[in-house]
């Protein structure tokens, strides 16, 4: 699951898609005024107490500040290269090592500057370094399996894979997608309660329920009741 699900909770219709194109010009610098549009939001969610996630004030500030984030770990990467991707690739990987890059550096930077350490990337990357320290890597245990999203994804995600967008909250797991069109935190910690039942109301939009394979194929162009 590369791209995130993209849903709108809008007149009454999802607008999502598996891939899309960029139909307006987007920066691919984080500004001062997009910063101040994100709130950092906190909930009970019957689990622990004081969860937090990131508030957008709709699906195209949300998809806008992914694309900004995915544009800076590009220029970030495309510049350390510049100056050292002359190099042999045990020279070069020897720099990195050196001068301590990491090209994580510009999520990191934007969980800071809100700032937000309650990510799903710092859960995946706890997880990924806890893994690459074994001697033997077991491929049926890599991380990456239970977190199919991008780094840029998982910086906008909570550790649960919740973020709030309008008046709409997303759960994304590797399963699928939950979809509160009311954005109910009652909902939403009934579910994390393990509470299935909450996916026959009818302000929750998921693919759950649904036994195909296709994480894409069971949500898109769905209407919403």
Avoid: H
Avoid at 46 to 51: F, V
Avoid at 68 to 96: C, H, T, V, W
């Amino acid at each position: 699951m590369r791209k995130l699900l993209l849903i709108i909770c809008l007149a009454g219709t999802i607008i999502a898609g598996c891939s899309k194109e960029k139909n307006i010009e987007q920066s691919s610098n984080m500004d001062q005024s997009a910063l101040e549009k994100i709130k950092v939001i906190t909930y009970n969610n019957g689990l622990k107490t004081g969860t937090s996630m990131l508030e957008f004030t709709s699906i195209q500030a949300f998809d806008t500040t992914l694309y900004m984030l995915e544009q800076q770990m590009r220029i970030y990467d495309s510049s350390f290269y510049a100056q050292y991707g002359n190099l042999s690739e045990e020279a070069y990987d020897a720099k990195q090592t050196e001068l301590g890059y990491n090209e994580q550096t510009p999520l990191i930077d934007f969980e800071s500057l809100l700032p937000y350490s309650n990510t799903m990337r710092q859960v995946y990357v706890a997880l990924e370094n806890d893994w690459l320290s074994n001697t033997e890597l077991d491929i049926s245990a890599y991380p990456k399996i239970d977190y199919p999203f991008s780094l840029a994804e998982m910086t906008l995600l909570n550790s649960d894979g919740e973020v709030k967008i309008g008046n709409c909250i997303l759960k994304l797991t590797k399963k699928g997608y939950l979809w509160i069109t009311d954005g109910s935190f009652t909902t939403l910690s009934s579910f994390n309660n393990g509470d299935m039942s909450v996916l026959n109301l009818s302000t929750v939009i998921t693919n759950l329920n649904e036994s195909s394979g296709d994480d894409c194929a069971s949500w898109k162009s769905k209407e919403v009741s």
